[in-house]
């Protein structure tokens, strides 16, 4: 994430895909999911994930 708020090109792959995912199955979202999909570590997933949530884009079950 940039500070403007607006989504950097990889922050917004891993919101897509978190949507997708949770479209098609109806639960919550792991980062090793979506790490499956894309070269990058679960842990850095997270970190974008908690960058997501704070901007707003996600919320927590």
């Avoid at 792959?13 to 070269?39: C, F, W």
């Amino acid at each position: 994430m940039n500070h403007t708020g607006t989504l950097t090109p990889r922050h917004f792959d891993v919101l897509h895909a978190i949507v997708q995912n949770y479209i098609e199955t109806g639960e919550p979202v792991a980062s090793r999911t979506i790490a499956h999909k894309y070269p990058l570590s679960p842990a850095s997933i997270r970190n974008m994930m908690a960058d997501l949530l704070e901007e707003g884009y996600l919320s927590q079950p």
